[in-house]
């Protein structure tokens, strides 16, 4: 009895301590989550690792994600800021697999991510102390009384819990919309090798352009299926956004200007009827395509060929030149000329010939650049219908019942 008296003060003695130094002693519950979430967070970096390996071409962000990883696992790394960066890496877990459910390893992410953004919310609220001291924002080592440290501020819980809502509406805000956006009546999404396996079938990803049906007075070949390959990021890390990807210049028409001369001429093509443009699975390209539903499908993209090299594209706006330049029988560069900014480009390449058969180097270019990504493709000509369609809550009978007389 004496020892279980003796051990008792020992403890009374610890806990009495702690709380005259103004800190929280660590609960069985704080200490279960705190393990869980270093676990999951060990967990996303070795799917990092494995991602790595699987796509060799993103290791940047990968080993970003590594390296923010391993520095928040250590048990002395403060646990406010550890949960709010497996907060931010779960959300972006979620982010970039959600819409990929038929990929085992995109599956198992979903399976870490998800408990990883629920863990780090528990966490970030057993991080923030009652009484709002700073104990959360510093190592367990160097917790000091006073709120905010040196700042002496009482605002530490605030910020915390205002982090926190922050986090955990804008993950719930990007599944949610991801997850509502997956299925679309006017939408159809696809593997990417489906692009060149679907390309002579009865439902082709991206319509093909042949000799039947581009009809222009010029000796230039716009048949196939066209990659929009940016060799540059506009904005950071544009590329990566997979904003639109693929192009047909199926029904391109034009006509010379000068009789009995190729050249100038004036192109035209219906790149935004169905199948004409190619879109991806991402967040930022499942935006774009809602605001531009309510475009006019059958509006044609205008070239304005000089010599058959050099075109101009009609439309820039304050004073922006947009340009095309061969560069050789695959590859069109398209220049964006910006009065005193830098220029902007991306090249229009040939990834299936209408033969059918891929451009080997391109073909395989684009399918490093994409990777996982999924394209996604309008369905329907009809702007009523895409106006209607692009909601996640209406069905196509409802829409046709609203467009068609």
């Known amino acids: 009895w004496s020892k279980v008296s003796t051990n008792d003060a020992l403890l009374m003695t610890e806990h009495e301590r702690l709380m005259e130094d103004g800190r929280a002693p660590e609960t069985a519950a704080t200490s279960a989550v705190d393990l869980v979430h270093r676990a999951l967070i060990w967990s996303a970096a070795a799917l990092v690792v494995l991602e790595t390996i699987v796509e060799p071409a993103d290791?940047?962000?990968?080993?970003?994600?590594?390296?923010?990883?391993?520095?928040?696992?250590?048990?002395?790394?403060?646990?406010?800021?550890?949960?709010?960066?497996?907060?931010?890496?779960?959300?972006?877990?979620?982010?970039?697999?959600?819409?990929?459910?038929?990929?085992?390893?995109?599956?198992?992410?979903?399976?870490?991510?998800v408990p990883l953004s629920i863990v780090s919310f528990i966490g970030?609220?057993?991080?923030?102390?009652?009484?709002?001291?700073?104990?959360?924002?510093?190592?367990?080592?160097?917790?000091?009384?006073?709120?905010?440290?040196?700042?002496?501020?009482?605002?530490?819980?605030?910020?915390?819990?205002?982090?926190?809502?922050?986090?955990?509406?804008?993950?719930?805000?990007?599944?949610?919309?991801?997850?509502?956006?997956?299925?679309?009546?006017?939408i159809k999404q696809y593997r990417v090798d489906e692009v060149l396996s679907r390309v002579t079938g009865d439902e082709p990803v991206i319509s093909m352009g042949t000799e039947a049906n581009i009809d222009i007075p010029v000796p230039l070949d716009f048949t196939g299926v066209w990659w929009i390959?940016?060799?540059?990021?506009?904005?950071?890390?544009?590329?990566?956004?997979?904003?639109?990807?693929?192009?047909?210049?199926?029904?391109?028409?034009?006509?010379?200007?000068?009789?009995?001369?190729?050249?100038p001429a004036k192109l035209g093509s219906p790149t935004g009827l169905a199948r004409h443009w190619g879109f991806s699975s991402t967040l930022v390209s499942r935006i774009g395509m809602m605001t531009i539903a309510k475009n006019n499908p059958a509006g044609n993209l205008h070239i304005n060929f000089f010599n058959a090299s050099t075109a101009h594209i009609p439309g820039g706006r304050d004073n922006t030149k947009w340009w095309m330049h061969a560069v050789d029988s695959n590859r069109w560069r398209r220049d964006i000329e910006r009065p005193g900014l830098e220029t902007w480009y991306y090249n229009f390449d040939r990834i299936i010939f209408q033969s059918g058969l891929p451009q080997p180097e391109h073909w395989n270019a684009f399918k490093r650049h994409m990777g996982r990504t999924r394209i996604r493709v309008w369905t329907t000509s009809s702007s009523c219908m895409r106006q209607c369609g692009i909601k996640p809550w209406r069905s196509h009978s409802s829409c046709v019942e609203e467009c068609v007389p």
């Open 124 to 186: 970030l609220v057993l991080a923030c102390p009652p009484d709002g001291g700073s104990d959360a924002w510093l190592p367990r080592s160097e917790a000091a009384p006073s709120c905010c440290g040196w700042l002496c501020l009482g605002c530490c819980r605030c910020v915390c819990c205002g982090l926190c809502a922050i986090f955990l509406l804008w993950t719930a805000a990007v599944a949610a919309f991801l997850a509502a956006t997956e299925s679309l009546c006017v």
């Open 229 to 263: 390959n940016f060799d540059m990021d506009p904005i950071p890390f544009y590329r990566k956004y997979h904003v639109e990807e693929l192009v047909s210049f199926e029904g391109m028409t034009g006509k010379s200007e000068v009789e009995g001369q190729d050249y």
């Open 59 to 113: 290791w940047i962000p990968h080993v970003s994600a590594i390296v923010l990883s391993a520095a928040a696992v250590p048990a002395a790394f403060p646990p406010l800021t550890r949960s709010i960066i497996s907060l931010v890496l779960g959300s972006l877990g979620l982010a970039m697999h959600l819409s990929y459910h038929d990929d085992w390893l995109n599956l198992v992410w979903l399976v870490v991510a």
